[in-house]
């Protein structure tokens, strides 16, 4: 009785049967914890990308390339990660033109 209880409440909210009738809630369950394993990773690469395109976008604008500048930050041991510069871009334009300036001295 416990764990069908148990099941019964994490399909709370569930449409149709599988709120209330226990095999179809069951797979249900199962099948809601598949999809959160796999897209709590899926969104990490998401979010991965999108900070790729926003840094992508605000070099193309001062005529670099992605991969250039990367390289650039890489030579001049400048350890900011995609998040960091991906916000730079967007919310601290002259800060983020600096850290361009500086990876491309060296």
Sequence with gaps: MKRRRNILRRAKGYMW???SKIKLAKIAVFKAGKYAYRDRRA????FR???NLKINAALRERG?????????LKTS?????????ADF???????FEAIIAHAAKK
Excluded: C, N, Q
Excluded at 43 to 46: A, E, L, V
Excluded at 66 to 71: G, K, L, Q, T, V
């Design 17 to 19: 049967g599988r709120k």
């Design 43 to 46: 969104r990490k690469r998401d």
């Design 49 to 51: 990308g999108l900070w």
């Design 64 to 72: 670099l390339t992605y991969s250039r500048f990367i390289h650039a």
């Design 77 to 85: 041991k400048i350890e900011l990660d995609r998040k960091i510069l």
């Design 89 to 95: 871009a967007v919310h601290h334009p002259k800060l």
